[in-house]
C-alpha cells in the first residue's frame, strides 16, 4: 500500500512539473539566471519531500506545486512588462574586461579570481587574455567574448594590415525604455537619440523594441511589430 501511493505521487508529481514546464518556459530547465536555478532546486525540493513524507497527501503535493509554479510565472510575467523589475530578478551581465584591460572591481563582484577567469577562457578556446578586447560574465555564469582584431578568427595579420579598433555594441533602448546611462556612456543626449530614430521613421521611443550603438557601425533599431503592422497597412 505504501509502495502504491509512493508511485501515485511520483505520477502525479511527474505530469504537474511537465505541465509548469510547458507553460512557465525552458528557461527554469537551462538555469537561465539565479533566480530559475533556485526556484528549480525549490521545487524539486517541494516535491521530494511531499512524496516520501507519508503523513502529506496527494492534494497538498499538487497544490504546493500548482501555487510555487504560479508564482514563478507571475514573476516572469512582471518581468517581461517591467525592465526595472527584470534587473532585480535576472540582474545584468558584468563586464570583467574593457579594452583589453582586467576590471578587477567587477571581478571581486562576480566573486571570481584571475584564474576562474582564464579557466573560462579557455573553455571559450582562448588561451590567453591578451587577445581579449571585451568579456563579460553572463546572468548564467558562462562568459562572452569579444576579441581583438588581431586575433579574429579572420585575422588582418593574415593580409599584412593594420589593427583596427574593436568597439562594444551598446545597448540603448529595450522593450521601449531608455537606458539613460548607457547613453550616458556613449556621451550623446536624448535629442541625438530621437534624431537618430527619426532617421529610421521612428517619432515615439516606445514604439523601439531594441536600440543598439556600434561605434563604427551607427544605429541598429528593432522597431516594435505592431509599428511594423501599422506601416504596412499605411502602404
Known sequence: MELLQISLKLVIGFFILFLLIQVI??????????????????LSELLGNAIYEKSVPITHIIFTILIWGCLVLIVEYIAQKSLLLRR???????????HGEIDFEQLKKSRMNINQLQSLLRQSEIFSIREVAFALIELNGSISVLKKSQYQKTTLQDFNMPPQPVYLPITLIKDGVLIKEHLKEINKDDQWLKNQLLDHNISKMKDVLFAEWLENDGLFVIPHKSLLHHKKDKG
Open 25 to 42: 518556459g525552458k528557461k527554469i530547465i537551462d538555469k537561465y539566471t539565479p533566480f530559475h536555478f533556485i526556484s528549480a532546486i525549490v
Open 88 to 98: 532585480v530578478f535576472e540582474g545584468k551581465p558584468t563586464m570583467v574586461i574593457r
